[in-house]
């Protein structure tokens, strides 16, 4: 089973900042990684997959890089709503698996 | 609107059965990847296993193979997650979700998700 490891596990920082999250996988996933954002409450919701595409709707403030093990994602100007819990899973492996989240506070 | 809605919240006692729900609307449901994702109380998620509506071909996490059945009925474009002996430890939320069928592996089931339901609270106590 392909273990997706992310962190930090808690990111406290103020509005306005940027925010960096890690994922890292046990073994190559080539580019078979989304990432998703859980707000308090809610279902998860697609921010990127295939790595890098970008769902409908997602604002571009949300960026992603990486590929194979090492992937980022990245938060510019950290709003009140994007306050939430965000996970990534890799799709190129049975199991699907998921990392164990990154939760994103504000200060 | 591609929407995912499932069944409601579920109280039950170790060892009953339980069919949990998802119906689909807005797309054609016979194309996509289906797949249920629990998640434990304050913890992250865990793939259970995928359906293809349109032959029901299944893939499921090995250490459920026999604890859970996944099924569908394409003429109510729904989708079921059933339990026949449940246990206290599979108190949790499930989340059923569609693939997002992009991608040249999507078509096998390996694929990342664009829509899911709302979630089924299912409580499991002795």
């Known amino acids: 089973e392909i273990v997706m490891t992310q962190s930090p596990a808690t990111l406290s920082v103020s509005p306005g900042e940027t925010v960096t999250l890690s994922c890292r996988a046990s073994?190559?996933?080539?580019?078979?990684l989304a990432w998703y954002q859980q707000r308090p409450g809610q279902s998860p919701r697609l921010l990127f997959y295939?790595?890098?595409t970008r769902a409908p709707g997602i604002p571009t403030r949300f960026s992603v890089t990486g590929s194979e093990a090492e992937f980022t994602l990245t938060i510019r100007s950290l709003q009140s709503e994007d306050v939430a819990v965000y996970f990534c899973q890799q799709y190129n492996h049975w199991p699907l698996t998921f990392g164990g989240g990154t939760k994103v506070e504000i200060q | 609107e591609v929407r995912l809605v499932q069944s409601g919240a579920e109280v039950k006692k170790t060892g009953e059965s339980l069919k949990i729900s998802c119906k689909a609307s807005g797309y054609i449901f016979d194309q996509y990847w289906i797949a249920w994702v629990r998640q434990m109380p304050g913890k992250g998620l865990e793939w259970m296993g995928s359906i293809f509506p349109g032959d029901s071909d299944s893939k499921y996490r090995s250490s459920l193979e026999g604890q859970v059945t996944m099924s569908v009925d394409k003429s109510t474009n729904t989708a079921y997650l059933q339990w026949r002996s449940l246990r206290a430890s599979e108190s949790g939320l499930y989340f059923c979700?569609?693939?997002?069928?992009?991608?040249?592996?999507?078509?096998?089931?390996?694929?990342?998700?664009?829509?899911w339901g709302q979630g089924t609270m299912v409580t499991v106590s002795s």
């Open positions: 073994q190559t996933v080539r580019s078979n």
């Open positions: 295939g790595a890098s």
């Open positions: 979700l569609r693939g997002t069928g992009q991608g040249n592996i999507a078509a096998a089931g390996y694929d990342a998700f664009d829509i």
